[in-house]
C-alpha cells in the first residue's frame, strides 16, 4: 500500500499546481475586488494593472501579506503611497505565498501590456509558447475552457492510474498468499 500512498502525493501535487491560476481568479475577486481594479482607474485603493512591474515579486507578496508591516518598516515609497490614499490602511491578508503568487499571476494576465503581448502572433516558434503559456496562468474567459478540460484529463488519468495500481497490488497480494500456500506443502 505503500506504492498507494506516494501515488496520492504526486498526484495531490500535480493537481494543485494546475489549480493554481484558477485559484488566482476566486482569491482576487474574494478578497481584493473591493478595493482595487485592474485597468479600471482607482477605487479604494490603486489601479493594481501592471503592479508585477512596479515591484520585485518578493516585495510584492510581503506588501500583500501585510502592507502596514511594510509601511512601519520605513520603506519610503510604501510611506509615500500610503498618505496619498490618505492612510486608508489595507487589511492584511492571511493568505500563503503560493496564493498571492496565483493572484499576482491573474493581475499579470488581465494587465493591458501582457493582455496584448499574448495576443500578438509571431513569426517564429516563440509564438507557441506565448500563447500556450498564458492558458496556464490566467483566469481569460477563453483560456478558461482548456483549463477545464485540463483538469478533467488530468483527473481521469488519475483515475486510470488509481484503478491499474488497486488492480496490481490485488494480483500481488494472491500471488503472495499462492507462494505461500506452495512453500507450506
Ligand atoms: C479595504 C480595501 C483593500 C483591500 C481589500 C485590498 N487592498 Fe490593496 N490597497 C488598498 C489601499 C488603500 C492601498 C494604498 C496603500 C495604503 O493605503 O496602504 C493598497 C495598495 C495595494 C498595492 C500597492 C499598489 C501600488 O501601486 O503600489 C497592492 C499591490 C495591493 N494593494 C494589492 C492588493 C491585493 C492583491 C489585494 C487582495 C488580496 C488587496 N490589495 C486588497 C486597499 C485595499
Known sequence: ??????????????????????????????????CHSIGKGI?????????HNKYPEEKLIKWIRSSQSVIASG???AVALFLKFNKVIMPDQKLTDEEIISIIAYIKSN???????SKIPEKNTSFTTKTV?????????????S???L?????????????IILVLAGTIN???NKIGEGLKK
Do not use: H, R
Not at 506504492?3 to 474574494?30: D, P, R, V, W
Not at 494587465?111 to 503581448?117: E, H, P, R, Y
Open 75 to 77: 520603506d519610503t515609497s
Open 174 to 176: 494472491t500471488l503472495s
Open 43 to 51: 477605487l479604494v485603493g490603486p489601479d493594481l494593472e501592471n503592479v
Open 147 to 149: 483549463q477545464t478540460v
Open 133 to 145: 503559456l498564458p492558458t496556464f496562468e490566467s483566469g481569460g474567459s477563453d483560456t478558461n475552457k
Open 151 to 163: 483538469n478533467y484529463l488530468f483527473a481521469g488519468l488519475a483515475l486510470l492510474f488509481l484503478i
Open 1 to 34: 500500500m505503500k506504492t498507494t500512498f506516494l501515488f496520492f502525493i504526486a498526484l495531490n501535487s500535480l493537481i494543485s499546481t494546475n489549480l493554481l491560476a484558477q485559484n488566482g481568479e476566486e482569491l482576487y475577486k474574494a478578497n481584493c475586488i473591493w
Open 111 to 117: 494587465s493591458a501590456s501582457d493582455v496584448a503581448a
